[in-house]
């Protein structure tokens, strides 16, 4: 786990499917430390990754970016990144 606001494992690290759930809201910092729990996971092993934004109020433009280098590292790894729980407001 990386910090309650940013990223909380609901899967071990070495299985096919790993959740991360993003925080409040994602800066810069939170961004960059679900990149490197994608990519942490990536290296493990893990074919889907699953970012769950249920508690996502605000995601600042620099983490589209981020996200946006997860979803390329992801497809270089024969792996999918899935968006769940988004806010559509």
Do not use: P
């Not at 994602?26 to 249920?54: D, H, P």
Request: hydrophobic fraction near 45%; charge should be negative; charged fraction near 20%.
């Amino acid at each position: 786990m990386i910090t309650a606001s940013v990223a909380q494992s609901s899967a071990d690290v070495a299985v096919e499917r790993s959740v991360i759930h993003a925080g409040e809201y994602l800066n810069k910092l939170t961004g960059e430390q679900i990149e490197y729990e994608c990519k942490r996971r990536l290296e493990a092993g893990c074919k889907e990754i699953v970012v769950n934004f249920a508690g996502t109020e605000i995601i600042n433009s620099i983490v589209i970016s981020i996200l946006l280098g997860v979803i390329d590292i992801a497809s270089n790894n024969n792996a999918k990144v899935l968006f769940s729980d988004v806010n559509e407001d």
